[in-house]
């Protein structure tokens, strides 16, 4: 049995899921807590000897590959590393010249463990970007983007609202 949709309507509804996360990330931006971290991020970023590493997994990890890619059109050298391959070996070509940026929408993804405990250990600054900020990835970062937690478009299943506020925040960043 086929279950009727409309689909103009679903788009319009998860557009306005996406618009209502954008206004309460413009409002976010606007604050002055995190006016001091973007400042402190460019900083960052602007200060950097080496390169600005990107990682995540899942549409976190795409949402960074395309950040670094808009990175590196900037003149910015930027890489993304997958925190898989980071474990395998990966990590070694991450030095404290370098900035990691790693995303991911709950804060508390296993995968990137292996890079947190790396930036940790060699005091490689480390920038986080989630909507928890009391998660794991969020308490060990040196800067803390906190996305707002908003409802994701459609069903939920997959991040939608999320993942387009990280790309608009990295963007503007």
């Known amino acids: ?3 009727p949709i409309d689909p103009a309507a679903s788009a319009l509804s998860a557009v306005a899921c996406f618009s209502a996360g954008m ?7 606007d604050s002055a807590q995190m006016r001091g971290v973007i400042a402190g991020a ?3 970023i602007f200060a950097m000897k080496g390169r600005l590493i990107l990682s995540g997994v899942g549409k976190s990890g795409h949402v960074a590959r395309k950040l670094a890619a808009t990175f590196a059109s900037t ?3 930027a890489y993304f590393v997958h925190p898989a391959e980071a474990s395998h070996g990966d990590l070694g070509m991450i030095t404290q010249d370098d900035l990691c940026i790693l995303l991911s929408n709950s804060g508390e993804t296993s995968e ?3 890079l947190i405990n790396h930036t940790r250990r060699f005091s490689i600054p480390m920038i986080g970007m989630s909507c928890k900020p009391e998660s794991t990835l969020m308490r060990a970062a040196d800067l803390r983007l906190t996305l707002p937690q908003e409802p994701e478009a459609g069903s939920g299943i997959a ?3 999320s993942t387009t506020m990280a790309l608009a925040l990295g963007d503007a960043l």
């Open 1 to 3: 049995m086929k279950i």
């Open 23 to 29: 206004s309460q990330l413009q409002q976010a931006v």
């Open 42 to 44: 460019a900083d960052l």
């Open 75 to 77: 003149g910015t050298p």
């Open 112 to 114: 990137l463990g292996d």
């Open 159 to 161: 991040p939608t609202t």
